[in-house]
């Protein structure tokens, strides 16, 4: 069962996770995003009291996680959204990271690879008032038949840069977030896109997340 109800306790824990993550440099637009979705509503009511919690990832199903509020939110802030843009995301899990994008005004595509839990938040989602377009399938691939995109955002641990994700970022400005690492963390890179196969690249210190894989039924 997920806990809908937005109550003023949810909405106090909210706001104190907020105040921490402004302290870790997260600007007010992000924050802003970020108080509009109720957090806990992307949890099973077991686990509910831990939605506002900043010391872990915790499971969603199918081996992977929601990430820690300060990893959305970092990520988040590092794609320098603009009302409009077009957004691929790379594991769409729960929905959650999905969830803040669109509050930020974002236009979203997301791929998630694990069956069961796209065939949840195909559902769950839309019934929170959050409509993205969401594929089951290969997050290595992308979606070229879309591309290309403002903004894409990988949200598990790449063992590489994929070529072709690069390749569906727009020219002159298209922004990559993605962490990459075959280890226990990962190194976040931004990439920015200039022309044809140039690009600019920046490493932003180390993360942790699940395993980005392919051909995952």
């Not at 010391?55 to 990520?75: C, K, L």
């Not at 594991?91 to 509050?103: M, N």
């Not at 190194?187 to 180390?206: A, C, P, Y």
Request: glycine share 10%; proline share 4%; hydrophobic share 40%.
């Amino acid at each position: 069962m997920i806990d809908r109800q937005d109550t003023y306790l949810y909405q106090g824990k909210r706001k104190k996770m907020l105040e921490g993550l402004k302290l870790k440099g997260i600007n007010d637009v992000v924050l802003a995003a970020m108080f509009k979705v109720p957090r806990h509503v992307f949890y099973d009511s077991a686990l509910v009291h831990f939605a506002y919690d900043e010391e872990n990832a915790f499971d969603i199903g199918e081996g992977q996680t929601i990430s820690r509020p300060s990893t959305v939110a970092i990520q988040t802030q590092l794609l320098d959204i603009k009302k409009g843009d077009k957004i691929l995301e790379i594991g769409t899990g729960c929905g959650y990271q999905t969830a803040v994008l669109i509050e930020m005004g974002a236009k979203v595509w997301s791929i998630e690879r694990q069956g069961k839990l796209y065939e949840k938040t195909k559902v769950n989602l839309p019934q929170l008032g959050y409509n993205a377009k969401l594929f089951h399938g290969d997050g290595f691939k992308g979606l070229p038949q879309q591309a290309p995109f403002d903004k894409i955002i990988i949200t598990c641990g790449a063992p590489f840069i994929p070529k072709d994700l690069l390749l569906q970022l727009k020219e002159n400005g298209g922004i990559m977030v993605i962490p990459v690492g075959e280890g226990v963390t990962q190194i976040m890179n931004v990439i920015t896109r200039k022309t044809g196969m140039e690009f600019d690249k920046r490493e932003l210190g180390q993360f942790k997340f699940v395993p980005m894989l392919k051909d995952k039924k």
